[in-house]
C-alpha cells in the first residue's frame, strides 16, 4: 500500500505567515538599501544647509521649548527643517565638526552594497571611514579652530576638541602631531601599497634620485641586447611614450576588440554564383554571433568576431575551502596590479586597411588564375600583424598546385613571410598568410586583463599573445609538460621568455610557485633579482638565486633530480599519482607532517641560451635535462630551454624526444625550422614577435606579447614589497656530494657540530621521533641544514640509519645517555 505523502509542518511563528521568506527577499534588501540611500542624500543637504544656517539653529536647539521642535513658526532655518537641523547638530557641534560628512558617505555605499549595484567591501568601508573621520575631527581641532575662533561650533566638533586637549595634556603637542601622522600613513597603507615607496622616498630623497637615474641608464643599455633591440624597434612608442609612466591608480576592465572577417567574393567578381549560406559556412570560427556590417559603396560585408570582456584589473584568489590553507603564513600576500603595465596605445583596437586589402585580394586572385586556378569565395581575417586569405577553390582543383605558390605569391604582393596553409585545419578552405604593411603591437595588459587570463583554471597559465583571430592565446604548462623556444637572434626570443615568467607572477602565490633562472649570458634574467626570496629556489652554497656560473647550473640540475626522487618517494607513500592529488591529500589533513610529508610547489626551472651550456658542459647538462623532462611532469617539475642557435648538435634528439612543446621564432632557413619544428614554417615568419606554436598536430601563429624592461622592474618591486618568505627555497643537496645530507653518514662533520646540535638531539630523544621535517619545522632552518644535522646524529649513536623518507628510529632513550654523549664529544 502508498504511503500518503505528508505536508511538512512550518517549524515555528515566521514561517508560518511567510515572514522569514520576505526578510531574506532580494526584493526587500533592494528596497531597504533604497531607503538608506535616500536618508544619506537627505543628510547630505541637512550637513550642507547647517554651515550656513547652523548660528541660528544652534541658539534655539540649545534653549528648546517644549513643541518648538515641531516647526510651527518656522523658526528652523535648516533647508531639512527641524529634523535636519537637530541631525546636524548633533553630528556637527556635539561629535565630528566638518567630518561629520562621512556618515552620509558611509550611509550612501551601504545602501548601495543591499540595492546590489556595486559588490562592496562593506566592512573595510565601515571602518576605513571610520577611522578617517575621528582622524580629521581630531587634526581639523587642531589646526583649524585656532584659526577661526569666532566660528560657532569647532571646526572638529566636541569630539575633536575632548580628544586634543586629553592627547595634549598627556603627550603634548609633539606627540599629538606623531600621533596624526602615523594615523594617517597607517590609513593610507591600508587604502593603497604605493604609500610605503612614498614614504620611503621622502625619507630618503637622493637614493630616489639616484635609483631613478640608475634606471634610465638600465634602460638605455637594455635597448643594445641582441634579443630585444628588433622587438622594441617594432614598438617605438610602447617604449618611448608609454614607458614614461606607468599607472599607479585602478583602472576598469577594458574589452578587447572584435575580430574582423572581411567578405572579399563579390568585390573580387570571380565570376562564379556564390554559394549559399546553406551549404557554405563561414569561415571564422571565433564568435558563434557575427554581426554584419555594410561598408558604403563597395559591397563588403565585415563580420565582427565577439572577443573577450575584461573582467576588471584586480586580479583575485579562487576561494580554497579546504582545513589548511596552502598560503600561509603570507595570506597578506598581494598579486601585481594591471597598473604597473603600459596600456595599450591602440586601446586593443586593430588596425584595418581596406585600400591593403582590396590590392592584396587582385594580386592573389591574379597569380592563381595565371596558374589555372580558379576560385568560388575568398574572406580575409586582419589580425595583429598578418592577414589570413581564406580562398575555397573551385570543383577539380588539387591543394597541391596552390601549395606550391608561396614565392609566386610573395612576389606579386612584395612581401615577406607569405605562408600557405592547404588545407586549413577543420576547415574546407585554403589559407594564405600575408603580413600587414602597418602591423598592431599587443600589449602585455591587453592580454592579462582579458577574461580568459583572469577566469582560467589552468594550474600554470602561460600566455603568449595573440593569434590571427585577435584572440588571447594561452596554455597550460603542466599539460605540455616541457617547453622548447628557439629562434634566431633578435627575434622575439627573450622577450617571449619574459612574458610567460609575468604570467606565472600574475597568477601564482610564492607558496605555489618557485622558479630556477639559468642564465648563461648574466644580463638576461637579472632583472628578477628582487623577487628571489619569494619566487626562487636554489641549492644553499650558492651565492646568487641566478645561476650564471656552468658548474653550479650542472650542481642544480642534479639537485633537482634529488628533489625530483625525494618527491616521488612521498607520492608512493602517500598513494598519489601526481602532485595535485597529493598537494589535494595534504590540504585535507590526510598526510601527517611528521611523517615528512609538506606542501609542495611547482617548480619552473627556465633556461636561457642552451646552446651555450652544451658546448661547455655537452652531456654533462644534456643527461639531467633528459632525466628531468622524462619523469618530473607528475612531480611539478617543469622545464623551458631556450636557444639562439638551432642546430642537431645542440637541439639533440635527446631533447626534442622530450620536449613536446615548442615555440620557433623566426629563424633563417628552412632546416632550422624543421629542427625546431620538425617542419618548415618558422623560416616563412617575419620577426618581432611573429611565433608559431606547437603542441599537437598543427602549429599556430601567434603575435608574441611584448613586456619592456621598466614594466618587469616595477613588477618585481611590487612583489618586493609584498609579504612573503625571508629567503629562497633551499633545493636538496645532489646526491653524490660531499656535502650530501639526508642519509649519507659520510657527509656528516663531527669536528664541527652544528649549533643547533644538542637541542636538536634533546627534541628527537624527547618526542622519540627521528624526522628530519621535524627537525626543520622545529629550528626554521632549511632542509639541506636539517639532514646535516640528522647525519651529525646518526655518526653519534643518537639515531639510527635511514629508511628511505620513513622517521629514523630513536636508538636514545633518556637524556642521561644524551649527556654522557655530549661530554665524550666535547672531550
Given at each position: 500500500m502508498a504511503k500518503k505523502k505528508t505536508e511538512r509542518k512550518a517549524s515555528n511563528f515566521k514561517e508560518a505567515i511567510g515572514l522569514q521568506s520576505i526578510l531574506k527577499s532580494e526584493r526587500t534588501d533592494f528596497l531597504l538599501g533604497m531607503v538608506i540611500a535616500l536618508f544619506a542624500v537627505y543628510t547630505f543637504v541637512a550637513l550642507f544647509s547647517y554651515i550656513n544656517t547652523g548660528a541660528e539653529d544652534q541658539s534655539l536647539l540649545e534653549h528648546t521649548r517644549p513643541g518648538e521642535w515641531l516647526n510651527q513658526g518656522k523658526v528652523f532655518k535648516n533647508y531639512c527643517g527641524s529634523m535636519g537641523a537637530i541631525l546636524s547638530y548633533t553630528l556637527v557641534t556635539k561629535n565630528f565638526g566638518y567630518a561629520a560628512f562621512f556618515v552620509p558617505c558611509f550611509l550612501l555605499v551601504s545602501?548601495?552594497?543591499?540595492?546590489?549595484?556595486y559588490v562592496l567591501n562593506i566592512w573595510k568601508w565601515f571602518f576605513g571611514m571610520g577611522i578617517a573621520m575621528i582622524w580629521l575631527s581630531v587634526f581639523l581641532a587642531k589646526v583649524l579652530a585656532p584659526l577661526m575662533p569666532e566660528a560657532i561650533f569647532n571646526p572638529g566638533g566636541y569630539h575633536g576638541s575632548v580628544c586634543v586637549d586629553f592627547t595634549e595634556n598627556v603627550i603634548g603637542p609633539p606627540g599629538?602631531?606623531?600621533?596624526?601622522?602615523?594615523?594617517?600613513?597607517?590609513?593610507?597603507?591600508?587604502?593603497?601599497?604605493?604609500?610605503?615607496?612614498w614614504v620611503r622616498r621622502m625619507f630618503n630623497p637622493i637614493k630616489n634620485f639616484t635609483g631613478k637615474a640608475s634606471e634610465i641608464v638600465?634602460?638605455?643599455?637594455?635597448?643594445?641586447?641582441?634579443?630585444?633591440?628588433?622587438?622594441?624597434?617594432?614598438?617605438?612608442?610602447?617604449?618611448?611614450?608609454?614607458?614614461?609612466?606607468?599607472n599607479s591608480a585602478k583602472e576598469t576592465g577594458k574589452e578587447s576588440e572584435p575580430t574582423p572577417v572581411i567578405d572579399l567574393t563579390e568585390f573580387s567578381n570571380l565570376g562564379a554564383k556564390k554559394p549559399n549560406k546553406a551549404t557554405a559556412e563561414p569561415i571564422i570560427t571565433a564568435t558563434p554571433t557575427p554581426t554584419p556590417i555594410k561598408t558604403d559603396g563597395e559591397k563588403l560585408t565585415v563580420e565582427v568576431g565577439k572577443d573577450e570582456k575584461a573582467k576588471g584589473e584586480q586580479l583575485t584568489d579562487e576561494a580554497i575551502n579546504t582545513p589548511i590553507n596552502p598560503l600561509e603564513?603570507?595570506?597578506?600576500?598581494?598579486?601585481?596590479?594591471?597598473?604597473?603595465?603600459t596600456k595599450d596605445e591602440n586601446d586593443g583596437k586593430p588596425y584595418i586597411d581596406m585600400d591593403e586589402i582590396k590590392a592584396y585580394n587582385e594580386e592573389i586572385i591574379k597569380?592563381?588564375?595565371?596558374?589555372?586556378?580558379?576560385?568560388?569565395?575568398?574572406?580575409?581575417?586582419?589580425?595583429?600583424?598578418?592577414?589570413?586569405?581564406?580562398?575555397?577553390p573551385a570543383e577539380g582543383i588539387r591543394i597541391t598546385k596552390i601549395r606550391n605558390l608561396e614565392d609566386d605569391i610573395a612576389l606579386r604582393l612584395s612581401a615577406l613571410g607569405v605562408r600557405i596553409i592547404a588545407p586549413i585545419p577543420g576547415k574546407g578552405t585554403?589559407?594564405?598568410?600575408?603580413?600587414?604593411?602597418?602591423?598592431?603591437?599587443?600589449?602585455?595588459?591587453s592580454i592579462l586583463n582579458s577574461k580568459k587570463f583572469q577566469e582560467t583554471k589552468y594550474d600554470l597559465p602561460i600566455v603568449l599573445g595573440k593569434t590571427i583571430t585577435n584572440e588571447v592565446f594561452m596554455a597550460d604548462l603542466t599539460k605540455i609538460p616541457h617547453l622548447l623556444v628557439a629562434g634566431a637572434t633578435g627575434q622575439g626570443k627573450s622577450v617571449g621568455l619574459n612574458v610567460i615568467i609575468t604570467s606565472l607572477l600574475y597568477k601564482k602565490h610564492p607558496n605555489e610557485l618557485k622558479l630556477v633562472l639559468i642564465d648563461p649570458k648574466k644580463v638576461e634574467f637579472s632583472v628578477y633579482s628582487p623577487i628571489a626570496d619569494h619566487f626562487m629556489a636554489q641549492v644553499d652554497d650558492d651565492d646568487e638565486p641566478i645561476i650564471t656560473d656552468v658548474t653550479k647550473v650542472v650542481r642544480t640540475l642534479k639537485s633537482l633530480c634529488t628533489l625530483m626522487d625525494h618527491r616521488y618517494d612521498l607520492l608512493k607513500l602517500a598513494g598519489a599519482r601526481n602532485l595535485k592529488e597529493y598537494n589535494d591529500k595534504f590540504l585535507h589533513r590526510r598526510l601527517n607532517p611528521e611523517h615528512g610529508h609538506e606542501f609542495m610547489p611547482y617548480i619552473v626551472v627556465i633556461i636561457d641560451e642552451f646552446g651555450d651550456l652544451i658546448m661547455t658542459a655537452g652531456k654533462e647538462v644534456e643527461m639531467p635535462i633528459a632525466r628531468i623532462a622524462q619523469l618530473a611532469r607528475a612531480v611539478g617539475i617543469h622545464m623551458i630551454i631556450a636557444t639562439q642557435r638551432p642546430t642537431t648538435s645542440i637541439i639533440t634528439g635527446n631533447i626534442k624526444a622530450n620536449f613536446p612543446g615548442r615555440i620557433a621564432f623566426k629563424v633563417s632557413s628552412m632546416m632550422d625550422s624543421r629542427i625546431i619544428l620538425d617542419r618548415p614554417g618558422a623560416n616563412q615568419l617575419i620577426g618581432m614577435g611573429d611565433m608559431l606554436y606547437l603542441n599537437g598536430n598543427e602549429p599556430t601563429r601567434v603575435q608574441c606579447a611584448f613586456i619592456s624592461t621598466k614594466e618587469i622592474g616595477e613588477i618585481n618591486e611590487f612583489i618586493e614589497h609584498q609579504s612573503g618568505p625571508t629567503h629562497p627555497m633551499e633545493l636538496p643537496e645532489p646526491k653524490g656530494d660531499d656535502s650530501e645530507g639526508g642519509g649519507n653518514t659520510g657527509g656528516a662533520d663531527m669536528g664541527s657540530l652544528d649549533p643547533f646540535f644538542e637541542e636538536a638531539a634533546r627534541s628527537v630523544i624527547v618526542s622519540q621521533q627521528g624526522s628530519t621535517s621535524m627537525i626543520q619545522r622545529r629550528f626554521s632552518i632549511g632542509y639541506n641544514r636539517a639532514g646535516r644535522l640528522m647525519d651529525q646524529l646518526e655518526k653519534a649513536g643518537i639515531v639510527g640509519a635511514a629508511h628511505g623518507s620513513k622517521p629514523r628510529d630513536v636508538l636514545i632513550a633518556d637524556e642521561g645517555q644524551l649527556t654522557a654523549i655530549m661530554n665524550q664529544l666535547r672531550g
Open positions: 545602501g548601495i552594497k543591499m540595492m546590489q549595484i599629538l602631531t606623531a600621533v596624526l601622522f602615523f594615523t594617517a600613513i597607517a590609513l593610507l597603507t591600508f587604502v593603497s601599497k604605493q604609500t610605503i615607496t638600465t634602460d638605455k643599455l637594455s635597448n643594445t641586447d641582441s634579443d630585444t633591440t628588433d622587438i622594441e624597434d617594432g614598438h617605438t612608442k610602447l617604449s618611448t611614450e608609454d614607458d614614461k609612466t606607468t603564513p603570507f595570506t597578506r600576500y598581494k598579486y601585481p596590479t594591471l597598473s604597473l603595465l597569380v592563381l588564375k595565371s596558374f589555372g586556378i580558379e576560385i568560388r569565395e575568398i574572406k580575409a581575417t586582419v589580425g595583429p600583424t598578418i592577414t589570413l586569405y581564406e580562398i575555397t585554403i589559407g594564405i598568410e600575408v603580413p600587414n604593411k602597418k602591423r598592431h603591437n599587443v600589449s602585455m595588459e
